[in-house]
């Protein structure tokens, strides 16, 4: 291996730096785990160790009530948004490149560039208005605005693939008499599958993470854990909010192995 | 539709009537007409952006000719899909599906056409017999050496018996052994099938070998079609005799004309029969074109056509090839086999005697 003429590693203050940037990362987690296992009634003095606070989170029925909403929402919203980003990315790559092409990625792209805050007051405005004509004051709002802001998550990984993915595959797939249907399904989707799991995994974490929109478009009875716990926050806070979060970690980490395996395993 | 789907025992025929293709501002295909006959091996060569693979997609169905008109067996394919056509494409870069077993891939179009489950089966087992991967059906085709993916592929593209297999310089990616045997097999495969083969190659040896005729290429229109030995021994303008093989080019004046043959007279004052393609008509300066093989040096003597002084003798092993300078300053070059072993009998500024076998002189078209 060549050394390159700029080795970062060997510059004055970068074991520093790494270190700093670790423990900036990773102490606060490992402070929040170790802290859920607390026996203490505060969230901030150690008493010992006990799995009591994940027993208490688990019979908690206004968590169990707001954990089964989380997932119905992530679930339903990381399906429709990975439906939609597939649309989208099927719909920008396989095209020749036109003028406004880079805006379109704006559009599709625009709730990671819109303030959170911003597109939370304005689907407050628009759904109550909604919810008065139609009467209908359930989920769905909260589905719709989810699934709006997780497409751009799905979005990135699919394109991403389409776009070092070979065409003359899907041009072999014509010549060989398959109908663009057919390319579709037997070429495309089963070469594009890793990145759709990808992109529906990121939109289903980014759903049952979001607090902002979340806590602007729900209604009276529809908190999520996210929002449970914030609201908790005003309350007393117990290190119930810490065991809730250490389970919210330990299945994210989860996803993320499970997704690292299955790609392993296909190549 | 169903009609041009249905499977032929014999090659089809592809007519190309005055095809222009144009992309933006670039003219890539330049008024082409060209017939290819039912079960020919058909070349089309020339140098990277002349339009041949072009030509090519607009047979298979990937480009639409912005002019004039694709025919199969004389029925207008020019506006139907690629999966419409039965035509099939054996990829440059193979294009082999990498998700799918050997198997899986050889028998991908019957699948499309809907064929059975043991038609497809029977045909993908005898394409691996004709391929020579028996037993490797199960393998993913990842795992295949380069020469054995280029036969999945042509296994693939053969399986569905199409009319017309088209070849994209297939060979182009195996090494040079690999690239000859490649060479026979596709001759043995084309005699075997009787399907129409249409190539494209920028190899020159590669269009010689395995061609029954050839269309030479450049900038986007046909300079020549004929068989390797019209093309090769009977050029008809400079780009054919220049792109084909080591030439000469001799400038001359034309003495006589009779039937298609006709005296010219060289710079160094000998006068030598030349024959010309059928629409030249000589007259006045005219160019001729001599191959190196076709001349012999030896020492200067009343025989002798040309004389010059040898710049450069390079030996190749089969044959030692002369540099000789003309005494009117021209660049010739004769190659001469090696019968025996032992010099040449000539070195570097002999003056020497050039000789021409008969009848070895043609006149080109400008």
Known sequence: MFKSHFDIRSQPGFGLITLFTFFALYLPIAALVIYSFNGAESLSRWDGFSARWFVAAWQNAAVQDAAIRSLVIAIWAAFLATIAATMAALATTRTTPYRGLTFKYALINQPLMVPEIVTAVALLIVFSRIKVWTGYSGLGYLVVAHTAFCIPFAYLPIRARLESMDLTLERAAADLYATRWQTFRHVTLPLLRPAVIAGFMLAFVISLDDVVITEFVKSGGQDTLPTYMLGQLRRETTPEINAIATVFLALSTALVVVFFFINRKKQ | ?366
């Open chain 2, 1 to 366: 539709m169903t009609e041009t789907r249905t499977t032929a025992a014999h090659g089809g025929a592809i007519g190309m009537h005055g095809i222009k293709k144009w992309f933006g501002n670039f003219q890539a295909v330049d008024d082409v007409t060209l017939d290819i006959r039912s079960n020919e091996f058909f070349t089309l060569l020339g140098p990277s952006g002349c339009g041949k693979t072009t030509l090519l997609r607009m047979i298979a169905g990937f480009e639409l000719p912005t002019e004039g008109q694709v025919l199969l067996d004389g029925v207008d394919i020019s506006s139907l899909l690629p999966n419409q056509r039965p035509v099939n494409t054996v990829f440059q870069n193979y294009a082999l599906f990498p998700h799918l077993t050997v198997a899986e891939n050889i028998g991908f179009g019957l699948k499309m056409l809907g064929k059975p489950r043991s038609e497809i089966d029977s045909v993908v087992k005898d394409m691996l017999k004709l391929v020579h991967l028996e037993g490797r059906g199960g393998n993913p085709v990842t795992q295949l050496s380069g020469g054995q993916q280029q036969r999945v592929a042509l296994a693939r593209a053969l399986a569905p018996r199409p009319k017309v297999l088209l070849l994209d310089e297939p060979l182009s990616a195996l090494d040079l052994k690999l690239r000859k045997s490649m060479q026979m097999e596709l001759k043995r495969l084309q005699t075997e099938t009787g399907i129409t083969f249409v190539f494209v190659t920028h190899d020159q040896e590669e269009a010689l070998t395995m061609s029954d005729r050839i269309a030479v290429m450049s900038t986007g229109t046909v300079r020549q079609v004929g068989s390797p030995w019209d093309i090769y021994d009977r050029p008809a303008e400079r780009f054919v005799a220049d792109f084909i093989g080591e030439t000469n080019f001799l400038e001359a004046e034309v003495v006589a004309v009779s039937g298609d043959r006709a005296r010219v007279r060289l710079s160094s004052g000998a006068e030598i029969p030349a024959t010309f393609p059928a629409d030249v008509t000589p007259g006045g300066k005219v160019t001729v074109v001599i191959r190196p093989e076709h001349a012999q040096v030896g020492t200067p003597s009343p025989a002798s056509v040309l004389r010059g002084i040898i710049r450069e003798i390079v030996y190749l092993g089969t044959d030692t090839h002369f540099h000789i300078r003309l005494e009117d300053g021209t660049t010739f070059t004769v190659r001469q086999q090696n019968a025996r072993s032992g010099s040449c009998g000539f070195s570097k500024d002999d003056a020497v005697g050039i000789s021409l076998s008969d009848d070895v002189a043609q006149i080109l078209r400008d």
